[in-house]
């Protein structure tokens, strides 16, 4: 069993920066793909980023790319997402996932959320 911790969100201006952090309490955190996801009030969870266990491969969802960074540090068992150039439509509650693949898929294990909000 895995648990995903995540923290890092607040209230930030359009245009602001912050730094999502998971930490993994699972020792062989460092042979799993990671995943950033997001929930925007009234819609479905969405895929945003994921980055495999040696951390060589990450992929962005286009609404995301050039804006956002995965990455993570295998000795401290934590991914982060630095996320930069934010806008109000990027407001949402972020989880971090494992089990799944790159793309996004086949995730099981779920962090609780924090809540990014991003005023205009």
């Known amino acids: 069993q895995v648990q995903l911790v995540e923290s890092g969100g607040g209230l930030v201006q359009a245009g602001g920066s912050l730094r999502l952090s998971c930490a993994a309490s699972?020792?062989?955190?460092?042979?799993?793909?990671m995943g950033w996801f997001r929930q925007a009030p009234g819609k479905e969870r969405e895929f945003v980023a994921a980055?495999?266990?040696?951390?060589?491969?990450?992929f962005y969802v286009n609404s995301v790319k050039g804006r956002f960074t995965i990455s993570r540090d295998n000795a401290k068992s934590t991914v982060y997402l630095q996320m930069n150039s934010l806008k109000p439509e990027d407001t949402a509650v972020y989880y971090c996932?494992?089990?799944?693949?790159?793309?996004?898929?086949?995730?099981?294990?779920w962090g609780q959320g924090t809540q990014v909000t991003v005023s205009s």
């Open positions: 996932a494992t089990g799944g693949n790159i793309r996004g898929v086949g995730y099981d294990y």
């Open positions: 699972k020792r062989t955190f460092s042979s799993y793909t």
């Open positions: 980055i495999t266990w040696s951390g060589i491969s990450t």
